[in-house]
């Protein structure tokens, strides 16, 4: 079964899931990246489905969904809770969440609220918190950060012409340059239609959406739950990931009692694509052991 389905969060908003996979296997809970989609998962979901049952969902506001009637309510603990919701929905027991990247934080949010969903995590290339730490770990900076994306958000002439030029051809290629050289991808190992499908995504949001998503991304930080999970944690890191280094999966990895790291030398924040035989093994050897 992988048919559109809807699951209701408690404020009443529709979220997209699908569930791929045999009824009775393990559940897997995928958690994307920030204002991405589950089109970053294609070869996870093709591989895990043989063997799990995968549960790939939406955002409120993204996959072609519409907007919340409140964006202003987009938090990383709302995110967490409609990640409950979903699994609830899909009726499975609890899973193993996967996150990625931005849904790093979101997996670890739903930990802190609902341990209960989660048999054990795995944790690509993402952070605990606070990105903008890297630069200065000022509070003024952080909120100044959020209030300014925020604004933009809302700032329909300036944003609407963006959005299009991501959806054009030259807006494509010119955000695919500039994740090449953030070490957001892989220049000759991230499939080029993995990038362009994520542009393509991006460019149809609503600007609220987009600009609360990133704010809540800034003003999250989830480092007060690493101490407490107790449950099987793996983290994957790309040692070429500008994004979130490697120093950042260590220090998570050391707050984490008994978690394992595996770092991917070469690979950048998208290693779950660049190199995603080599991922699924990983992660296949840490499942062989719960």
Do not use: K
């Amino acid at each position: 079964m992988n048919d559109l389905q809807l699951a209701t969060a408690p404020d009443g908003e529709q979220l997209a899931y699908r569930v791929h996979g045999p009824p009775d296997a393990p559940p897997i809970l995928t958690v994307h990246g920030l204002v991405s989609s589950v089109q970053h998962w294609p070869f996870f979901i093709e591989h895990y489905q043989r063997t799990h049952r995968v549960v790939s969902w939406e955002y409120r506001g993204h996959g072609g969904r519409p907007a919340p009637g409140d964006h202003r309510a987009i938090s990383v603990a709302q995110f967490a809770d409609d990640a409950y919701a979903v699994w609830q929905a899909a009726r499975v027991p609890p899973a193993i969440v996967v996150g990625l990247s931005f849904g790093v934080q979101v997996a670890l949010e739903q930990w802190r609220r609902h341990a209960d969903s989660i048999r054990a995590l795995v944790l690509i290339c993402g952070t605990a918190g606070h990105p903008l730490d890297r630069v200065s770990s000022a509070a003024a900076l952080r909120h100044g950060a959020a209030a300014l994306v925020r604004g933009l958000g809302r700032v329909r002439p300036l944003a609407a012409p963006l959005l299009a030029l991501l959806r054009s051809r030259p807006g494509s290629w010119l955000a695919r340059e500039a994740a090449f050289a953030s070490g957001g991808a892989h220049r000759d190992s991230c499939p080029r239609e993995v990038l362009d499908s994520l542009f393509a995504h991006v460019g149809n949001l609503a600007p609220e959406v987009i600009a609360a998503t990133i704010a809540a991304y800034l003003e999250h930080d989830a480092f007060d739950v690493l101490p407490t999970i107790d449950v099987p944690t793996l983290i994957i890191a790309g040692d070429r990931d500008e994004l979130t280094p490697v120093e950042t999966a260590e220090r998570m990895q050391r707050a984490i009692r008994g978690s394992e790291l595996v770092v991917f030398p070469g690979h950048s924040h998208l290693v779950q694509v660049e190199q995603p035989a080599e991922v699924h093994a990983a992660i296949d050897r840490f499942l062989a052991r719960l």
